[in-house]
């Protein structure tokens, strides 16, 4: 479910934050309102092209190029240790992007509040 408008208009300055590919062309984007406790985290996954910025914690990222997975059956707990390319922990102010289907996982470090922008 989309944001209600009550906090779109309010979060209106930081979602205009998120850059776009082509000014003159905007894409449209779909926003997630994300809050989650320490020690949360989700699964690899891979998804369109996005952007995080988190208002509030710390999170650990692990990223990789699809075609560094291809013919990868288990990636548990190698995805942590060695198959993943980027590694990184966000902090709160900051705008993480992930690239058009690139595999990540994210941890949570602390309690985290953050606002995700995927294209439509």
Request: aromatic share 12%; charged share 20%.
């Amino acid at each position: 479910k989309e944001l209600p408008d009550d906090f779109i208009t309010e979060l209106s300055p930081l979602m205009t934050a998120f850059p776009c590919e082509d000014e003159t062309a905007p894409i449209a984007k779909k926003f997630t309102l994300t809050i989650a406790s320490e020690g949360f985290g989700i699964g690899m996954h891979k998804h369109k092209a996005a952007m995080f910025m988190l208002l509030a914690g710390k999170k650990k990222w692990y990223m990789t190029a699809s075609d560094d997975l291809e013919g990868v059956v288990d990636t548990h707990p190698g995805f942590y240790q060695d198959l993943s390319s980027h590694k990184c922990i966000q902090q709160a102010g900051e705008v993480l992007f992930v690239p058009n289907d690139w595999y990540h996982e994210i941890f949570n470090l602390e309690y985290t509040l953050g606002i995700q922008a995927l294209p439509e």
